[in-house]
Nanobody, 125 residues
Framework: VQLEESGGGLVTAGESLRLSCVAS???????????IGWFRQAPGLEREWVAN???????SYADSVKGRFTISRDNVKKTVYLQMDDLKPGDTAIYYC?????????????????WGQGTQVTVSS
């Protein structure tokens, strides 16, 4: 499956954005069976996990975004959203989505596809 991110932009602190991760070229399992995660990478820093959503709409968040970001999915539209509220300058980064698979030995989820171009989010103070 190919994933494409969109929805980024330049906003002022306290404002909101909604990012979209749209799947195309879905071959094999239906989109509803994919676990999808959002990640971000700020300048000079490593890419970090932000949130992910499972098959039953179960979700997890990084502590830095908990209570401000909401991940959701629309399996008919093959899209995962990241609603970002009360944005802070520290949220400035390129945001990426990826499909996750479970590494059984450590019971952790990890991204399995090549990274796309992402979508830039810039929050000014």
């Amino acid at each position: 499956v190919q994933l494409e991110e969109s929805g980024g932009g330049l906003v002022t602190a306290g404002e909101s954005l909604r990012l979209s991760c749209v799947a195309s070229s879905s071959i094999g399992r239906p989109f509803s069976e994919y676990v999808i995660g959002w990640f971000r990478q700020a300048p000079g820093l490593e890419r970090e996990w932000v949130a992910n959503i499972g098959l039953s709409d179960d979700s997890s968040y990084a502590d830095s975004v908990k209570g401000r970001f909401t991940i959701s999915r629309d399996n008919v539209k093959k899209t995962v959203y990241l609603q970002m509220d009360d944005l802070k300058p520290g949220d400035t980064a390129i945001y990426y989505c990826n499909r996750l698979e479970l590494y059984a030995q450590t019971n952790t989820w990890f991204p399995v596809q090549n990274w796309g171009q992402g979508t830039q989010v810039t929050v000014s103070s």
